[in-house]
Structures are given as structure tokens and as C-alpha cells.
């Protein structure tokens, strides 16, 4: 499976942007990016997946670089319940299993 | 999450007990997943299922096994409990791959 690569934890202040990054380097064609996040004593919880172009939902969005390389998952304005554990993992279409690595703890700060 | 519940919510156990833990869904999605959470080795997938009767094992399947007789429901079953099956377990449902999963609030299993 390829992997991904993303920075232990990550601080922000209270309302401003967040940009999580996230390294795929062997990315396949077929493999979607997909992101989730699990708040403290809770199940992970879904947030955003793309596979070439940028999304957007209510939570968030996903911009992708144009070789696919990489991708950053934005949150618009941080607030205290953000504070999660991020996790970018690569899903292959047909290979229909998602493997967690250890992921972004990312803190807010008040 | 309205969707998947999982039951029950907590467990005590003795080591060479058997366990099943529940996870129903009201969904009809194809796919259920059974992963286990431990401090230092994050979530990590024990079998699941891509529909009635059909199931695989994933990467800590030892120990672990599972039945999926009906499309809202996955068992895991543990035949005789151990202390390193200690864990919070989490069951997560899926339509497909350009979908996301939705995971229940998990099971926390005590063997003693």
C-alpha cells in the first residue's frame, strides 16, 4: 500500500486558517486521497477525500498538488473543537480498506 | 453516529471467556470493518466484510473472528479472551471507495 507522510503535531491559534499537510509521494492513479480526524475519546469521523481536483465541503477542503505528490487539507477558521488527531490515508479503488497511520495531533490554541 | 450503532458500549471480561461484540447498521451499506485501537499502534483493521457471508481478514485477524449472516449486522467474535485483547474496538460501515466511512463510538473491552 503506498504511504503517506505527515508531521507528528502541529499548533494554531484560535480562528485562523489551518493547513495540515500531508506527503504521498508513490501515489497510484487509482488511489483517492481521503481524510478523517478523531476528537479525543471518539471514533474517527470522515472529513474530506479527493482524487485529482480540489474539494470543498462544510468542514473543510482538500487542495491537491497537480502531481498528486501531495495534498493539504485546510480548515477555514480553527476553533477549539478542531483540536484532533488528523489522518491522510490513500484508498485504492477496488482495495476497499483504509490503513491509519499516526497521523497530525493538532492543538488549538485559545 | 445515527447510522451504526455498536453494542455494548463497555465490557469486563475474564481471560478464556468468549466475547462478541455487536455492530448493526441501518445504512444497507455493502461494507462493515471491525479495527482495534491500542496506545502506540493507532487504529488498525481486524477483519471485515463486503457483504452477506463474505468476509476477510485483515492485519491482527489472529484470535478474531467474525459473521456477517445479515446485512445490518457484523459480529466480531473472540473465541477465548486474552489480556492483549484489551482494547477499544471500533466498527465502521461503508457504501464504497469514493465514499467515506462512518465509524461507530466503539467498545471498550476489559480482559482481566
Known amino acids: 500500500d503506498a504511504k503517506t507522510t505527515q508531521p507528528n503535531s502541529m499548533e494554531s491559534n484560535e480562528e485562523e486558517p489551518v493547513h495540515l499537510p500531508c506527503n504521498h509521494s508513490?501515489?497510484?492513479?487509482?488511489?483517492?486521497i481521503h481524510w478523517y480526524r478523531q476528537l479525543p475519546s471518539q471514533g474517527p469521523e470522515y472529513v474530506i477525500h479527493?482524487?485529482?481536483s480540489n474539494v470543498n465541503n462544510r468542514m473543510a477542503s482538500l487542495a491537491i498538488a497537480e502531481d498528486r505528490k501531495s495534498s493539504t487539507l485546510i480548515l477555514h477558521r480553527a476553533t477549539l473543537r478542531d483540536a484532533a488527531v488528523y489522518y491522510c490515508?490513500?484508498?485504492?479503488?477496488?482495495?476497499?480498506?483504509?490503513?491509519f497511520g499516526t497521523g497530525t495531533r493538532l492543538t488549538i490554541i485559545p | 453516529d445515527a447510522g451504526i450503532t455498536q453494542s455494548p458500549r463497555h465490557k469486563v471480561t475474564e481471560t478464556g471467556t468468549p466475547v462478541t461484540l455487536r455492530c448493526h447498521q441501518t445504512?444497507?451499506?455493502?461494507?462493515m470493518y471491525w479495527y482495534r485501537q491500542d496506545p502506540g499502534h493507532g487504529l488498525r483493521l481486524i477483519h471485515y466484510?463486503?457483504?452477506?457471508?463474505?468476509?476477510d481478514k485483515g492485519e491482527v485477524s489472529d484470535g478474531y473472528s467474525v459473521s456477517r449472516s445479515k446485512t445490518e449486522d457484523f459480529l466480531l467474535t473472540l473465541e477465548s479472551a486474552t489480556s492483549s485483547q484489551t482494547s477499544v474496538y471500533f466498527c465502521?460501515?461503508?457504501?464504497?471507495?469514493?465514499?467515506?466511512?462512518?465509524f461507530g463510538s466503539g467498545t471498550r473491552l476489559t480482559v482481566v
Open positions: 465502521a460501515i461503508s457504501p464504497g471507495t469514493v465514499y467515506g466511512y462512518t
Open positions: 508513490t501515489i497510484s492513479g487509482t488511489d483517492y
Open positions: 479527493g482524487l485529482t
Open positions: 490515508i490513500l484508498f485504492n479503488f477496488g482495495n476497499e480498506k483504509l490503513t
Open positions: 445504512e444497507n451499506h455493502r461494507y
Open positions: 466484510s463486503y457483504g452477506v457471508k463474505d468476509t
